[in-house]
């Protein structure tokens, strides 16, 4: 496997904690404390068009595909609703100073994690919040969809919840030490994979409404805050707060790449996010040092 840095984007004023694909894969929109939203587009490296300016941190932005509305999520604010072509604010859903961590589209659902343990469910459509979950009192810090009928939601305790789509938990079970920040479905072995602040990856079978410990590997020095699938299925990526970015086999979790800044010239601070791209298969990082990196994993 070899590594090939394309390029890198540089132009936000603080540290970066969101990624997203538009509905064409050569844009990508980023997001971070200086409460841009950024636009990029990977056939012109060049600076970026700044579509919203939201006061606040940003830690989570989501695109809508549907109606090509971004949901932004504002730290204490709410859910800003921008939309792509003209960057107008089509709509603002008050959180009542609830910290956003992630948003996930489910059918007609909208799932907003928070802290404190708070769920917020939102009719997509609409956008009026039809159920608030009190889940723990750690924050909700993760959510994956897992096929149809149900949906898994980390947290800050470290359990992993299961809730269905009649926002009834089914089962839950303590994953990691401390936080849970990022999962990965696998839909053909219906097993999940987790990673947190205790520096490791697991891979749980899914199975009789209970999990099972498949795999465990002690991955990175400091905590992981993200794992992300490659397009073609057969590799995982992490970032961790020890500023490197691993490529993993997905079948055994073999480790087959540090990318770190002395041989790559990669991130010098934590890296918060990653983005599998579709386009080119291109990999991109966002980190604390406010820069976004874009790699190609040959």
């Not at 604010?89 to 992630?102: L, N, P, Q, W, Y």
């Not at 089914?170 to 920040?181: K, P, Q, T």
């Amino acid at each position: 496997m070899e590594i090939e840095r394309i390029d890198t984007f540089s132009g936000h004023r603080a540290p970066i904690y969101s990624l997203e694909e538009g509905r064409e894969p050569h844009f990508i929109y980023s997001a971070g404390s200086d409460g841009w939203v950024v636009e990029w587009n990977l056939q012109k490296p060049d600076v970026g068009k700044v579509m919203a300016h939201i006061e606040g941190s940003v830690y989570c932005l989501r695109l809508d595909r549907s109606t090509n509305i971004f949901w932004v999520g504002q730290n204490f604010e709410g859910i800003h609703g921008v939309q792509i072509e003209d960057q107008s604010r089509v709509f603002s859903i008050g959180m009542t100073k609830k910290a956003i961590f992630d948003i996930c589209f489910w059918g007609d659902q909208v799932w907003i994690g928070h802290d404190h343990g708070m769920i917020s469910v939102i009719d997509r459509e609409s956008q009026q919040l039809i159920k608030l979950i009190k889940a723990g009192d750690k924050s909700a810090r993760t959510i994956c969809l897992l096929g149809s009928d149900q949906i898994a939601v980390g947290f800050s305790d470290g359990f992993i919840r299961v809730f269905n789509n009649h926002f009834e938990l089914e089962y839950a079970w303590l994953a990691h030490d401390l936080s849970v920040f990022s999962m990965v479905y696998e839909i053909a072995a219906h097993s999940l994979i987790s990673v947190g602040r205790d520096a490791k990856i697991k891979r749980w079978l899914l199975k009789d409404q209970a999990s099972h410990l498949v795999q465990e590997v002690a991955a990175h020095i400091y905590a992981i805050h993200d794992v992300v699938q490659s397009p073609n299925k057969q590799f995982i990526a992490t970032a961790s707060m020890d500023k490197t970015i691993k490529i993993w086999n997905v079948d055994d979790l073999n480790l087959l790449k540090v990318i770190d800044a002395p041989r790559y010239g990669s991130h010098k601070n934590s890296v918060n996010k990653l983005l599998w791209s579709a386009f080119q298969d291109f990999l991109v990082s966002a980190s604390d040092d406010k820069n976004i990196s874009i790699w190609k994993i040959h």
